[in-house]
Every structure is written in C-alpha cells, then in structure tokens.
C-alpha cells in the first residue's frame, strides 16, 4: 500500500520562505511524476510543479522565480521550497506521485499573512 506524509506547511508573512516535504512509503520499484498541487478555498486544486524521475521539473509562471521542486530518489520524497511568499499563494497543498497511478497525500496548510 502506498502511502504519501506531507509536512512543512504553517503560517509565515509576506516575504517569507516555506519547505514543503512529501515523503513516500509502501511496496515501490519506482516513482516516475512527483508533483505539488495547491488548493485555495473556494477555487479548484491547481498544478504548481512537477518533476519526473529524470529530473525534468516544471513550474507554472506564477511561481517559478520563487519556488523549487526536487526530489530525492532514494528517500523517496520530494520537496518544494518556496521563498517570496505571497497572500494568494495561500492554500492547502497537496502532493501527488504516479506510480502505476496517482497517489495523493492529505494536503497540508500554508497560510501566508500580510
């Protein structure tokens, strides 16, 4: 069974920095997409960046001069560090990892402050 623990999140001002972890457990060979998403309230679950099991990431323009996606293969966890934080990236943010399908983690709370 897969499972996927999410940790990092929390409330920081304007400007601030945040480190979101996703770690995956269960019976893996491999990982191939990991992914952040973002929810705000009110609004649809969003894409904010992937990475693939090479190390190709992407991320959407409105993060990508202030957030980085890695990952670790062999910790089986990916990460996004988010730095100039601003109001509207407020929301829960999920991870997701493909496998022989997607799997989701609980999301976990950023709440940026003005």
């Known amino acids: 069974q897969v499972q996927l623990v999410e940790s990092g999140g929390g409330l920081v001002q304007v400007g601030g920095s945040l480190r979101l972890s996703c770690v995956v457990s269960g019976n893996i060979f491999s990982i191939n997409d990991m992914a952040w998403y973002r929810q705000a309230s009110g609004k649809q679950r969003q894409l904010v960046a992937d990475?693939?099991?090479?190390?190709?990431?992407y991320l959407v323009d409105s993060v990508r001069d202030r957030f980085t996606i890695s990952r670790d293969n062999a910790k089986k966890t990916v990460y996004l560090q988010m730095n100039n934080l601003k109001v509207e990236d407020t929301a829960v943010y999920y991870c997701k990892v493909t496998i022989r399908r997607p799997y989701w983690g609980q999301g976990t709370q950023v709440t940026v402050s003005s």
């Open positions: 990475i693939d099991n090479s190390g190709h990431a």
